[in-house]
């Protein structure tokens, strides 16, 4: 079945500096979707992928879909601690209704 | 964005008595809810695609008779974990999309914390 793969599982970021969250799929994936998990909280939407190559902005987060559809990134900028929590990348095959989610990258920051 | 709520937020059981957790979409008819599970420091693994009137769908290894599925109307779907066991504590987490599919932004309830005595 498919599974989907992120890395790292852990990262420690000082304040101020930019880190990468990589999603790799063992299937082509009709779209891949981010959510972020704050400590004891629940996941909440933050974008959405569907097209080979696309890359998409928010303030300090750039989310990138590979050209074969069975990669994903997020990359952070100048961290702050409101970035603090997991990071998920989830997706769907084609044609297929379920999101797989990947492991998480779980982020803490030092001010 | 839509809102999704579970309830309880957390519950404690003796072993051997069954729970009942609700999920409800708030402003917008679900015709379709997912249940995952989530364990500490872990992702979601998805138990079971609910569907408004008509059975649920459970994943592999998932047992529909310990894991009581039921969605009787376009906006509630419940779980019930039936004979609990201490391996059964655990978050459990619904979620919701407005067309019904995992396709786009899944809206997601605020999780039942479960914990088995």
């Known amino acids: 079945g498919q599974q989907v793969m992120q890395i790292p599982q852990y990262q420690h970021v000082q304040e101020g500096e930019d880190f990468t969250t990589y999603c790799n799929s063992s299937t082509t994936l009709s779209n891949i979707q981010w959510y972020k998990q704050r400590p004891g909280g629940h996941p909440v939407f933050l974008i959405q992928?569907?097209?080979?190559?696309e890359v998409k902005k928010q303030k300090r987060l750039t989310f990138q879909f590979g050209e074969a559809k069975k990669n994903s990134s997020l990359h952070i900028t100048a961290t702050q601690t409101t970035d603090v929590g997991t990071y998920f990348c989830?997706?769907?095959?084609?044609?297929?209704?379920?999101?797989?989610f990947g492991a998480g990258t779980t982020v803490t920051v030092r001010a | 964005g839509a809102v999704v709520s579970q309830h309880p937020s957390r519950v404690i059981c003796k072993s051997g008595t069954s729970v009942k957790i609700e999920c409800r979409s708030l402003d917008f008819q679900a015709t379709t809810m997912f249940w995952y599970r989530q364990f500490p420091k872990q992702s979601l693994m998805l138990m079971a695609t609910s569907n408004e009137g008509s059975k649920a769908t459970y994943e592999q290894g998932v047992e529909k008779d310990k894991f009581l599925i039921n969605h009787a109307s376009l906006t509630l779907s419940t779980l019930t974990v039936t004979s609990a066991h201490p391996e059964d504590s655990s978050f459990y987490i619904c979620?919701?999309?407005?067309?019904?599919?995992?396709?786009?932004?899944?809206?997601f309830g605020p999780g039942t914390r479960l914990t088995v005595l």
């Open positions: 989830a997706g769907s095959e084609i044609n297929d209704y379920k999101l797989s």
């Open positions: 992928l569907v097209k080979s190559g």
């Open positions: 979620s919701a999309s407005e067309d019904g599919s995992s396709y786009n932004e899944q809206f």
